[in-house]
């Protein structure tokens, strides 16, 4: 087939995808990224998939009631998905929680093959690492997943590429826990977001914001609560008052002393 | 949940004032207290209130209310926002101070018998989240304090329509803020 | 080394220090029917009565109710106790005076600005509430209640570290805290109200300083940019300064029992290992037990969380087995005289046990899920105070008038006081337990249908309230002449 032709059938299939993605009920607002919170809870619907060597297979079972950490990006990506990638994988070696954690990269463009994604394995350098796994699925079933999870992407017809964000989504028994929505992955994070996805949890935590002398900072590395300056603050007044009591009878026993009570 | 420690109040009350009444009357009859007897009755008396207080200890320090049942998901999850003077309940995150009036909603509904995480915060001073039942008994509570996001795992039992009210004196009309949580 | 204590050759009661401290009495006296009538007025409000009252003045008024109320009996504690200690040590009454000065300027500060302008922010001005009114009240307001905060905070540090000096001057630390009776030598003989007292001004002190650090912090964010405090760390810092503030103001009054019981039951109370043990240990724990006010601060860790339910479980062993015990001991069989002082520091210690009772159980965390912030609250520290340390102070200050003007007492005014106070103060407690069980909760100006209870139990109260205040009043009358007559003799 010509080039001019394939071109024209590609452009094509990509505006029927766009379309049907715009069609899908409700387009979301493309300036604002989406929604961390609206979509936890989500039941993932458990889609079929074929992975980066050919075997047939689908969601639970690369779960295989692990929690499970999803990303969604496509091999032609000339933007977020490669640098997405790469430093998920370096936060990954850095998380102390490695094992019982499931990893699935699906890929989002029809016209990705098992090899493709395979090519992606490689160039992370995890192609051998069972807890990798890399795939493709039936564009409908991928609209399907992606819809539960607030992910999407439209086709850039002028940059022959597809708009889409770069979130990691957490995954526990089948539900959306927790959304990191970033292009680059921090083990931090990370962290976090597998403990959500393991069951961890922690009652509270504290807001970013400006606050300082906080009395405890969460490390979501170490998962555990650190003392902060604050605390320090909070220890002035038995210091205070230790030492003036101490200075002030040191100071009535010397008057005893000297006789000039 | 409040039966039986105020229970445990009204009969304490009541023991004391017995045991001072008591004592008071005995100085109509003035006798001789023999310091041994006293300190063996203080004994006694310590050893019983250090065993109370440990029996209290082993049966409640389990039930923090922290959630703890880290296994469990929850069902939903609530975005609780407090601002002077109403309670946001949402999905999604909730509303800004630059978007409170247009994101902004006062009640939310939320299934019975399934795991709900309220997750609450305030934009302003503190609050108290608070959930009252139908019958008007309290739920459970937990504060809402600026820069952090507190999360409070309830199982509603029971359908109908739960009150939210705020706990933490926050200003003139403290009184009049609330939020409801229907439960289908 | 120890010293053998020496008797203070000073005749007490100089006509200095009796000017000094009936000044401070009757202000009080001023004050406390004042105070307390403005609680009579939020439980009217609460009732559903005055229901054209705009609720911003309920709130300024229970702001100026809780702030008074503190206050005063901290200052009445202190000066109560300050004069028991002359019998042992001798303090300097000019900062006695200039407490006086700085807590009446601080009076005056909260009262404009809780009557004028409106100032509704709670007494423990939870932060970051002072800096949103929301329009209620002007800025000068918020102003004036840290100026009237720094003012006292400034006189109240002097004074209790004047007293604190007056004993280091005596005694050395370790006897002050009657370290020596732990040891088992037992000398010097010290007594009681020394141990409290120094175990007390050392846990002011943490407290005062505590309010220091608040006020600066809040004073930094005020005054720079792009600083934000830490609502959790404020918290904290807020509630170790209040917490402190009105244990140690309990603790006073039980030093009063300590001092003057003995004189109605013909026993003495000295000090031993006991009470030396049970005081070094509340010394300690009282650092502590503050942390029960953050149970529903999801943001607090767990083991701060647990901490706070110990501390507070176990500062209850040293009171109960130790004075409270004591205190039935000392009246067991005596030939105790009961005149107005021992009823009142007798049923002060009885309410204090009640209300601590109730403290413990508020201070599991468990029940706090159900109790925090109903009227639980109120209703537990209106025990221990009101019908507690209210009672042992102004038993204490009775005998104190009655002593100097020799003007006997009444049997039926000291039934009177008795029977109202008791009927009265127990009754309008009980309406706040009442509503607590049922979930009301605390500091609303008036209560939403899911409430409802709330104002049953309010309209009740008042019937309690005001047989309270006529025994009050009857009180005031009788003690109020006394003081009178002992600054003319």
């Known amino acids: ?261 | 949940m409040v039966g039986t420690p105020f229970l445990v109040f009204l009969v304490s009350a009541l023991l004391i004032i017995c045991v001072f009444a008591g004592v008071a009357v005995s100085t109509r009859q003035p006798r001789h207290v023999e310091y041994a007897r006293a300190q063996r009755l203080r004994g006694l008396f310590f050893l019983s209130l250090a065993a109370i207080l440990v029996v209290f200890l082993v049966l409640t320090l389990p039930r923090l209310p922290y959630p703890v049942e880290a296994a469990t998901s929850p069902g939903r999850i609530v975005h609780a926002v407090g601002k002077q003077y109403a309670w946001s309940l949402t999905d999604g995150t909730g509303p800004t101070l630059a978007n409170w009036d247009t994101a902004f909603s006062p009640s939310i509904t939320v299934p019975a018998n399934t795991q709900v995480e309220f997750r609450v915060t305030t934009l302003d001073v503190n609050h108290g989240f608070s959930l009252y039942a139908p019958d008007g008994h309290l739920v459970a509570q937990t504060q809402a304090m600026p820069g952090y996001m507190n999360r409070l795992r309830v199982t509603f039992d029971r359908p109908g329509t739960y009150t939210v009210l705020c706990l933490e004196f926050c200003g003139m009309s403290h009184h009049r803020m609330r939020g409801v949580v229907e439960v289908r | 080394m120890t010293l053998v204590a020496e008797p203070v050759a000073v005749d007490t009661y100089t006509p200095r220090l009796v000017r000094l401290t009936f000044t401070w009495v009757l202000t009080a006296l001023v004050l406390f029917p004042v105070l307390a009538v403005l609680g009579f007025l939020m439980r009217v409000l609460q009732a559903g009565f005055l229901a054209s009252v705009p609720p911003e003045w309920f709130y300024a008024v229970m702001t100026l109710h809780g702030l008074g109320m503190v206050g005063l009996w901290f200052v009445a504690g202190m000066a109560g106790i300050s004069v028991l200690l002359a019998r042992y040590v001798r303090p300097t009454l000019a900062v006695s005076w200039i407490a006086y000065g700085a807590t009446l300027a601080g009076v005056l500060l909260l009262l404009a600005a809780t009557l004028i302008g409106r100032l509704g922010v709670g007494w423990y001005f939870l932060y970051p509430l002072p800096f949103h009114s929301g329009g209620t009240w002007p800025g000068w307001a918020t102003a004036s209640l840290f100026a009237a905060l720094a003012i006292m905070g400034v006189g109240w540090t002097l004074w209790a570290g004047d007293l604190l000096w007056a004993i280091a001057r005596r005694y050395g630390l370790s006897e002050a805290l009657g370290w020596q009776y732990l040891r088992g030598t037992g000398t010097p003989e010290v007594p009681p109200i020394i141990i409290i007292a120094t175990v007390s001004f050392i846990g002011v002190l943490a407290g005062l300083v505590a309010a220091v650090v608040v006020l600066a912090l809040v004073a930094f964010e005020q005054f720079t940019t792009g600083f934000t405090n830490d609502a959790l760390l404020i918290k904290n810092l807020t509630f170790y300064f209040g917490h402190m503030l009105v244990n140690i103001t309990m603790y006073f009054g039980v030093a009063m029992v300590y001092e003057i019981m003995p004189a109605y039951t013909a026993k003495p109370w000295k000090s031993n290992a006991l009470v030396a043990a049970s005081w070094n240990l509340v010394l300690f724990l009282v650092m502590f037990a503050y942390l029960h006010h953050l149970y529903m601060d999801f943001a607090q860790p767990e083991w701060l969380q647990v901490t706070g339910q110990l501390a507070s479980y176990l500062i209850s062993v040293p009171a109960a087995v130790v004075t409270i015990f004591s205190t039935l001991v000392l009246v067991y069989g005596s030939e105790t005289k009961w005149k107005l002082p021992s009823l009142m520091l007798y049923l002060g210690v009885m309410g204090w046990a009640i209300g601590g009772v109730a403290a413990v159980i508020d201070s599991t965390v468990a029940v706090n899920s159900r109790f925090h912030n109903t009227l639980w609250v109120p209703a537990h520290f209106h025990t221990y105070y009101v019908m507690g340390v209210v009672l042992m102070i102004l038993g204490a200050v009775f005998h104190l008038a009655t002593e100097l003007s020799r003007v006997s007492e009444s049997l039926a005014s000291t039934r009177a006081i008795v029977t109202t106070v008791g009927i009265g103060g127990y009754g309008f407690l009980l309406m706040f337990y009442l509503a607590g069980v049922a979930g009301v909760p605390r500091r609303y100006a008036n209560y939403p249908v899911e409430a409802a209870q709330g104002i049953f139990y309010a309209k009740l109260s008042l019937i309690f309230i005001a047989v309270l205040l006529a025994g009050a009043l009857i009180y005031i009358w009788e003690t109020g002449r006394r003081c009178v007559r002992a600054l003319a003799v």
């Not at chain 1, 032709?5 to 993605?21: K, P």
């Not at chain 1, 919170?37 to 690369?62: F, H």
């Open chain 1, 1 to 261: 087939m010509c080039t001019r032709a394939r071109r024209l059938i590609v452009s094509a299939a990509g505006l029927l995808l766009a379309t049907q993605v715009a069609s899908a009920g409700g387009r979301q607002d493309r300036s604002i990224p989406p929604d961390q919170e609206r979509y936890v809870s989500a039941q993932l619907p458990n889609i079929a998939l074929t992975t980066s060597t050919g075997t047939a297979t689908d969601l639970q079972r690369v779960a295989n009631s692990r929690p499970l950490l999803l990303a969604f990006v496509f091999t032609r990506c000339t933007g977020v998905c490669s640098p997405f990638l790469m430093s998920w994988r370096t936060a990954d070696q850095q998380m102390s929680r490695r094992a019982g954690v499931a990893r699935l990269v699906l890929s989002f463009d029809p016209r990705d093959k098992p090899a493709d994604m395979a090519e992606v394995a490689r160039h992370l350098g995890v192609e051998s690492d069972p807890a990798w796994t890399f795939g493709v699925a039936a564009p409908e079933d991928i609209r399907r997943l992606t819809q539960t999870v607030g992910f999407w992407y439209d086709w850039d017809e002028s940059r022959q590429q597809f708009d889409h964000p770069a979130m990691l989504a957490a995954v526990r028994d089948g539900r959306l826990v927790r959304l990191l929505i970033t292009g680059t992955v921090t083990s931090g994070r990370l962290d976090e977001l597998v403990r959500e996805a393991i069951g961890e949890f922690i009652p509270s935590y504290p807001l970013p914001g400006r606050a300082r002398f906080r009395c405890f900072q969460y490390d979501a590395r170490s998962g555990r609560i650190t003392l902060d300056w604050g605390f320090g603050l909070l220890l002035i007044p038995v210091f205070t008052v230790s030492l003036s009591t101490a200075i002030m009878f040191a100071a009535g026993a010397r008057l005893r002393r000297t006789g000039q009570t």
